[in-house]
């Protein structure tokens, strides 16, 4: 993580361009939530107006307001700028004392396409991701919380491609996710302390090692992790990376379900920062189903069921993907649903040493 930087000061209320409605953008329908009666705030702090949500135990913190103004550019731009000139946000809702190392972040953009519901960008204690599929779940859920959508279909842009986002008349949520691919099959690295490990590589919106094992056992999430650090830093070591030589910054290793009426694979998913996804990963889900896809052991439109860790479900099912990058690319479909478990106002005192968050030492290591 790169050194803190200070926050500009906040201009007040009244000066204020992050918070009062119709500032962002004419078409812009979910960006700001107006805060009716500003509070008096002689001290200049700086306020960001959140919901927390989980899908399937995975929590997310949605930015609706207080965030930096990034622009007009493709969402894949405001990430840039994000982390370049503002990661001051990531910081100080994720890292400690605000945040975990297992919340995800989704700040609320107005979209550059009017048609589009809103744009999105994740982030979590490490850094920032392409696409999160539980957090997308957490988004629409907190939209229909605050009444800015409806149930029906909406399409977000995110950096990595355009999604669409059903909402349930019973509040579950379907992901249409960006073209996904097993990219390699069977790959073998090296893994110091256990041997030769063999797993697909794949793409769901974020890179994915896919790891067959004999099972995955909820009473053994310290060996589980500590398994996963050392294929991640293996397969760094040894120069296995994804398509265009992105990082392969989640592992995922498949078990058998905790019963097969409940559902078909059990996952478990360790994130970039270094702890295990909650919900069995939307995007894991779906570079599951690519590989299922690609071996042929998952027809279209058929349902896979995956488990998470902690014995929560999403469903998954796919179509082929038009174009593509690879043959045998999908379009997966997740289902899941998320609640809302807080509203939160945060505040960011400018004589708080610690209002950017604590950088760990994690942190510190995966600059
Ligand atoms: O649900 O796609 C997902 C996800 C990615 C990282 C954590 N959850």
């Known amino acids: 993580m790169g050194p803190l930087q200070p926050i500009k000061r906040f201009a007040g209320w009244a000066g204020s361009r992050v918070i009062r409605p119709g500032l962002y953008s004419q078409h812009d ?11 008096a ?68 953009q107005p979209s550059c396409d009017p048609d589009c519901a809103a744009g999105v960008i994740f982030f979590n204690n490490r850094g920032y991701i392409g696409m999160c599929g539980h957090g997308l779940i957490g988004v629409v859920a907190a939209l229909a919380y605050r009444g800015r959508i409806q149930p029906g279909t909406h399409r977000f842009e995110t ?18 996710n960006v073209a996904s691919y097993r990219w390699r099959e069977q790959v073998s690295v090296q893994v110091p302390g256990e041997g030769t490990v063999c ?36 397969l760094r070591d040894q120069g296995i990376v994804g398509a265009d030589g992105s990082e392969i910054d989640h592992i995922e290793l498949f078990g058998p379900p905790s019963d097969p009426q409940l559902a078909d694979g059990r996952n478990f998913v360790l ?26 052991k998952l027809q279209v439109g058929e349902v896979w069921r995956q488990e998470s860790i902690i014995g929560s479900v999403f469903a998954g099912r796919y179509t082929p993907a038009p174009q593509g990058p ?13 609640f809302v478990t807080a509203e ?24």
């Open 271 to 296: 994130c970039p920062g270094g702890e295990y996804d909650r919900s069995p990963c939307g995007t894991g889900t779906s570079a599951k189903l690519a590989c299922l896809a690609a071996a042929g």
């Open 29 to 39: 329908r979910f960006m700001v939530t107006p805060m009716q009666t500003p509070p």
């Open 199 to 234: 797993g697909d590589i794949a793409y769901g919106g974020n890179w994915f090692f896919l790891v067959d094992t004999p099972g995955v056992d909820p009473a053994e999430l310290e060996s589980l992790s500590a398994r996963c650090r050392r294929i991640h830093a293996a």
């Open 41 to 108: 705030n002689p001290f200049n702090l700086r306020a960001i107006d959140a919901i927390d949500t989980h899908t399937g135990g995975e929590p997310t913190r949605i930015v609706f307001a207080g965030g930096p103004d990034l622009g007009q550019g493709p969402m894949l731009q405001r990430m840039h700028s994000l982390r370049r000139d503002a990661d001051w946000l990531r910081t100080a809702l994720i890292l400690e004392p605000r945040g975990s190392a297992w919340i995800v972040g989704a700040l609320l």
């Open 159 to 176: 950096v990595v491609g355009e999604v669409t986002a059903t909402l349930h008349d019973d509040q579950s949520v379907s992901i249409k």
């Open 344 to 367: 939160t106002r945060f505040v960011l005192d400018p004589q708080d040493p610690l209002r950017l968050g604590i950088p760990t030492i994690k942190d510190a290591a995966a600059e």
């Open 326 to 338: 690879v043959e045998h690319a999908v379009i997966p479909t997740i289902t899941g649903r998320a």
